[in-house]
Nanobody, 122 residues
Framework: VQLQASGGGLVQAGGSLRLSCAAS????????VGWFRQAPGKEREFVGA????????YSSDSVKGRFTISRANAKNTVYLQMQNLKPEDTAVYYC????????????????WGQGTQVTVSS
């Protein structure tokens, strides 16, 4: 499955953005989907994930209560709704897929598509 993240941009602190992860080649409904981000000079960080069915989600402590992951399998798309954005959220955001039962862990993911830049100004 090929993945394409989109929806990034420049936003002021406290603002909101919704990122989309569009899948092609295969149905995204076959996979758990995770979101990651990488800031300049830093390692890739696991932001959170949604289970294949969409019933369960996981969010890292750094975004819990501010970011929400959802999916629309019929549209072959997964979303990352980001609210109350902070300058430290500035990064390139990526989505990835997994078939592992440990989908709530970053190590379960290794399929990387093109990311989208999110910049939060103070």
């Amino acid at each position: 499955v090929q993945l394409q993240a989109s929806g990034g941009g420049l936003v002021q602190a406290g603002g909101s953005l919704r990122l989309s992860c569009a899948a092609s080649g295969r149905s995204v409904g076959n996979y758990h989907v995770g979101w990651f981000r990488q800031a300049p000079g830093k390692e890739r960080e696991f932001v959170g994930a949604v289970s294949r069915s969409g019933v369960s989600t996981y969010s890292s402590d750094s975004v819990k209560g501010r970011f929400t992951i959802s999916r629309a399998n019929a549209k072959n798309t997964v979303y990352l709704q980001m609210q109350n954005l902070k300058p430290e959220d500035t990064a390139v955001y990526y989505c990835s897929t997994s078939v592992s039962t440990q989908w709530y862990q970053g190590k379960a993911y290794n399929n990387w598509g093109q990311g989208t830049q999110v910049t939060v100004s103070s």
